[in-house]
């Protein structure tokens, strides 16, 4: 993810895009928990996706 935040600023540095450096900035510590919930999705684990089938 901070390769991918890198390149983003690099490519905005190059552009002289100060908003988007700025936006590389967060990318990170977003995309980890995303990236935790489309593994628990695609490995079927619902609890640690954070859905859970309540008994009736």
């Known amino acids: ?3 991918l935040s890198v390149a983003i600023a ?3 540095v190059l ?3 100060t908003a988007v450096v700025i936006g ?3 990318v990170p510590p ?9 593994g628990a ?3 079927g684990w619902q ?3 954070g859905v859970v089938r309540r008994r009736r």
């Open 1 to 3: 993810m901070l390769v």
């Open 10 to 12: 690099t490519f905005a």
């Open 15 to 17: 552009g002289d895009s």
């Open 24 to 26: 590389a900035i967060p």
């Open 30 to 38: 977003l995309m980890t928990p995303l990236m935790g919930l489309a």
């Open 41 to 43: 999705i695609v490995n």
């Open 47 to 49: 609890r640690r996706a």
